[in-house]
C-alpha cells in the first residue's frame, strides 16, 4: 500500500495560489493520485485525479513528475471558501473495489485568510 | 440525482442503545463503502458492498456493528450496544465499477454517545 505524507497545515492569504505538495515514495505502476476535500461536518469531496504530467480541471491542477514519487495540488487564486483539509490518496484506479485498502491520513489543513 | 444522502445527521444515544444508520447511495453506483472519521482523522474503512454482497470488513468493525444492503440499493448501519468510543461521524461512499475511481461520499451521520 502506497502511503502518503503531505503538510499537516498551510495558511494563505484571498487570491493567492496554494500549492499542496504530496510524497508517495512507494507509488505502484497501477496507481493513481487523487486529491480530495473535505469540509467540518461534511464527507470528503473528490476534487482531481491523475497519473502523470498534468491535469487541470475547473478547480484545480495536478501536477505529477515524471518520477511519480510527488505530486502537487495547485489552487488558483484561493477564497474564504476554501479553507478546509485537502487528502492526497494513492491507488489503483483500474481495481475500484481495491479503493477501500486506502489509507486516508490525517490530511492538509488549509487556512485561508482575508 | 441527488448524491449519496446519509439519514440521520445527527444521532445521541446513551451508551448500551443501538442505533441504525441509513445510506442512500448514487442509484447507478453498484459499490458502497461505510467509513468512520473521528475528529482531526481521516476516514478510517468499515465495510464495502458490491451490489447487495458485502465483500469486506475491517478488523474495526466488530461485533456489535453491522451492515446491510438488501437488493443493492440502499445501506444501514447497525451499532448494538453503543460504547461511548463508537462516537464518531459515519461517513457513506459510493462509486461506480470499471475505472470510476472517485468516492461521492455523504454529509455524514455524527453519533455522540452519552
Known amino acids: 500500500l502506497a502511503k502518503t505524507t503531505q503538510p499537516i497545515s498551510m495558511d494563505s492569504y484571498e487570491g493567492q495560489e496554494v500549492n499542496i505538495t504530496c510524497s508517495h515514495n512507494n507509488i505502484a505502476t497501477n496507481d493513481y493520485i487523487t486529491w480530495y476535500q473535505q469540509f467540518p461536518s461534511q464527507g470528503p469531496r473528490f476534487i482531481i485525479q491523475?497519473?502523470?504530467?498534468?491535469v487541470t480541471n475547473e478547480v484545480a491542477s495536478l501536477f505529477i513528475p515524471a518520477d511519480r514519487k510527488s505530486s502537487t495540488l495547485s489552487l488558483p487564486r484561493v477564497s474564504l471558501s476554501d479553507t478546509a483539509v485537502y487528502y492526497c490518496?494513492?491507488?489503483?484506479?483500474?481495481?475500484?473495489?481495491?479503493?477501500?485498502?486506502?489509507?486516508w491520513g490525517l490530511g492538509t489543513s488549509l487556512a485561508v485568510n482575508p | 440525482d441527488t448524491g449519496v444522502s446519509q439519514n440521520p445527521r445527527h444521532k445521541i444515544t446513551k451508551r448500551g442503545q443501538n442505533v441504525t444508520f441509513r445510506c442512500d447511495p448514487i442509484s447507478e453506483h453498484n459499490r458502497l463503502y461505510w467509513y468512520r472519521q473521528t475528529l482531526g482523522q481521516g476516514p478510517e474503512f468499515l465495510t464495502y458492498?458490491?451490489?447487495?454482497?458485502?465483500?469486506?470488513k475491517s478488523r474495526l468493525l466488530s461485533d456489535r456493528f453491522s451492515a446491510e444492503r438488501p437488493k443493492g440499493s440502499f445501506s444501514t448501519l447497525e451499532i448494538q450496544r453503543t460504547e461511548q468510543g463508537d462516537s464518531a461521524m459515519y461517513l457513506c461512499?459510493?462509486?461506480?465499477?470499471?475505472?470510476?475511481?472517485?468516492?461521492?461520499f455523504g454529509s455524514g451521520t455524527r453519533l455522540t454517545v452519552v
Open positions: 491523475g497519473y502523470k504530467t498534468k
Open positions: 461512499a459510493s462509486t461506480g465499477g470499471g475505472t470510476d475511481y472517485g468516492y461521492t
Open positions: 458492498f458490491q451490489n447487495e454482497a458485502q465483500l469486506e
Open positions: 490518496l494513492v491507488g489503483d484506479a483500474h481495481n475500484a473495489g481495491n479503493n477501500r485498502k486506502l489509507i
